[in-house]
């Protein structure tokens, strides 16, 4: 069966938050009433201590999705392993409604980069990346997300847009795509292409998550730092994918200069607003 | 596969950091940034995530030797170790004995051991839970088989021993301390024992009995042996008792062959 039919056993909905260590005492403490949270699944590869001790106490009280970087889907590298049997354990210990990592290379020679590298959309890496993340479904036992990265270079070698590659890949590969709306736009500013073209190419079936964050406008280049609160034009991105896919359930991303958690919440609970007011008039018109 | 040759380039130009790497070639031309600076920009933000896992797990190595000097040890060791594991909790596990032969940074000669201690602080932070020590089962452990106990200490615990007052240059570096009281290099050195309990990394100090006493338990030595070897098997039975309630010793086994 395929996956695309298939439906996530715990289904998420409206506005989440990346789970950042530096949050876990309020979030326990408070309770903020948020609909689910994201858990960086290479940060809880370990053997105990408090940060899987918190991952389960948040777990407890909040739905959750995992989200990886190390998967490294696009390497000539055979995948790892050891990798997949820790994130194997997690998606166990978690029950997570999804599982995903980013359709992109971070490795080559058993060296890592530990930073997002784009692909070449070619019909020889679609291949590639599809039978990789096929495998990891094997193992798994479970359809994953993959999401669509920012990027600061094009290859010459490139025979179709992004969003064409994307969708070819998910369709190849049967899973599902977290469509990361920063980084369009980051991606659509550097490279000069419409933003809204690649949101309304990407087909609707397949995508099951949005991401929201912040870039840094470096005057000549926009950088996807998640350091910053998420940008008006990004905003407005958002309400075209929201016109497009529904209401996807969709998580806020911090990693630099992480603020305190009611700053989150705001941004969060302003999806959240984004998401209702669209909604309604679709449902109105 | 032309995707691997790409790949090995992109690794080479990393590895390298030539001027014109041949990877250049790959990247598509558009204004207003060059090939060059396009390929910059990912170098830089792999070298940025690598330093940044350093600057975590050693915070009181940067406060003591200031963000530069910190930032041209990790840039070097950045060269010298390439991370080879798809999660960053080992990359700095060598960064002590870069630091031990850095040159520059030999004037502070208290460094590598405060690098040392923040290394055991990571190690001890990750560690599998440990579990609660059996004294019902240890208490049922026949008189013939008690020479052949071997004790544990807690699982991902580090003893260090170090000439210099460590532990108190840890805590005077931390966010939360206030104490402001001057520490005397020649004031004495550090036997500490890091670990994690309940949750919660303790670095505590011990008396040199104490340290000695463990270092031996960790070597997986019998008790029967550990006696032997003790010049004083009175010390030794009467640390015995301090040392498991402080759950220093967290746990035992017997060996199947002594089971026999």
Request: aromatic share 12%; proline share 5%.
């Amino acid at each position: 069966m395929s996956f695309v039919k298939r439906q996530c056993s715990r289904p998420i909905q409206g506005a989440g938050v990346g789970l950042r260590s530096c949050h876990y005492s309020y979030i326990l403490q408070h309770r903020p009433p948020i609909p689910w949270f994201e858990a960086l699944s290479d940060n809880y590869m370990v053997d105990g201590g408090p940060a899987l001790h918190y991952l389960d106490v948040v777990r407890e009280h909040y739905p959750m999705v995992l989200h990886g970087v190390g998967l490294s889907l696009g390497s000539t590298d055979p995948l790892s392993q050891e990798y997949l049997n820790k994130l194997r354990t997690l998606v166990h210990r978690v029950n997570p409604s999804w599982v995903s990592d980013h359709l992109c290379w971070i490795s080559v020679k058993g060296h890592y980069f530990h930073d997002l590298l784009p692909l070449p959309y070619t019909k020889e890496v679609i291949q590639h990346v599809a039978d990789r993340i096929r495998q990891v479904q094997d193992c798994l036992g479970l359809p994953i997300l993959i999401e669509n990265v920012s990027s600061y270079f094009e290859y010459n070698k490139n025979e179709m847009t992004e969003w064409e590659f994307v969708n070819t890949v998910a369709e190849k590969a049967d899973c599902f795509i977290l469509l990361d709306i920063n980084n369009i736009y980051v991606s659509a500013m550097n490279h000069h292409f419409d933003p809204q073209t690649y949101v309304r190419s990407i087909d609707c079936e397949r995508v099951k998550q949005f991401h929201l964050a912040g870039f840094s406008d470096k005057r000549r280049f926009l950088f996807d730092s998640h350091g910053e609160m998420i940008h008006q034009p990004v905003w407005d991105l958002y309400q075209v994918a929201l016109r497009r896919f529904g209401p996807i359930p969709t998580l806020i991303e911090w990693d630099e200069n992480i603020p305190k958690f009611p700053i989150l919440q705001a941004e969060a609970e302003k999806a959240q607003s984004i998401m209702n007011e669209m909604m309604e008039s679709i449902r109105c018109n | 596969m032309q995707l691997e040759e790409l790949q090995l380039d992109f690794l080479q130009a990393f590895l390298e950091q030539e001027a014109m790497p041949s990877f250049l070639t790959n990247i598509r031309k558009s204004q207003p940034l060059s090939e060059q600076e396009r390929l910059a920009l990912y170098q830089e933000s792999i070298t940025g995530c690598l330093t940044n896992a350093l600057r975590e797990t050693y915070s009181v190595c940067e406060k003591l030797v200031g963000e530069k000097f910190f930032m041209r040890m990790a840039y070097e060791y950045i060269d010298k170790t390439p991370s080879i594991s798809p999660t960053l909790f080992n990359y700095g596990h060598r960064f002590v004995e870069f630091v031990a032969n850095f040159e520059p940074a030999s004037v502070l000669p208290y460094l590598s051991d405060v690098c040392r201690l923040e290394w055991a602080w990571h190690r001890a932070y990750y560690a599998p839970d440990q579990q609660t020590m059996d004294f019902n089962t240890l208490a049922k452990i026949s008189n013939t088989l008690q020479n052949e106990i071997i004790f544990k200490l807690p699982a991902g615990s580090t003893l260090l021993k170090s000439n210099y007052p460590i532990h108190r240059i840890w805590n005077a570096n931390q966010d939360v301390n206030d104490n402001e009281s001057v520490i005397h290099l020649k004031e004495g050195g550090a036997y500490l024992l890091i670990w994690q309990k309940n949750m919660d990394v303790k670095i505590d100090d011990l008396n040199e009995d104490e340290w000695q006493i463990l270092e031996t338990i960790e070597k997986k030595i019998k008790l029967g042996d550990l006696c032997k070897q003790n010049e004083s098997t009175m010390n030794l039975i009467a640390l015995l008792p301090k040392l498991v309630e402080c759950g220093w010793i967290a746990d035992f086994e017997v060996t199947t062959e002594s089971e026999k």
